[in-house]
């Protein structure tokens, strides 16, 4: 595979988390012994990258860019804008 895509990322992410503790109640993910919790993680990085990599291809397809905005240390908000010019300029380099 030459690009990372959205399903190859998730696929991974599957790897990393075969128990899907990211589906566990968050009262119950405080509790994990360290390697679970390092699983968790693994599993919730890899999701969260997809989903970002995902929102980048909808932008892309749409001719947009994506702006995002840190809320806290864990996450974002973000949103579909026109594509500044300079960075147009680099999308027609690239083409």
Request: with cysteine; charged share 25%.
């Given at each position: 595979?030459?690009t ?5 990322i998730l696929?991974?992410a599957d ?6 503790l ?8 405080l ?5 679970k ?13 997809a ?14 860019s ?6 806290s ?6 949103t579909?804008?026109d594509t500044?010019?300079?960075h ?8």
């Open positions: 595979m030459s990372f895509d959205p399903a190859y696929e991974l790897l990393a988390d075969p128990n899907q990211w589906q566990l109640a968050g009262i119950d993910q509790d994990l012994p360290d390697n919790r390092r699983q968790l993680d693994a599993g919730v990085c890899l999701r969260r990258h989903s970002h990599l995902q929102d980048l291809i909808e932008a892309k397809a749409q001719g947009k994506m702006l995002i905005t840190p809320l240390p864990n996450s974002s908000a973000s579909l804008v500044p010019k300079r147009l300029k680099l999308l027609k380099d690239r083409q």
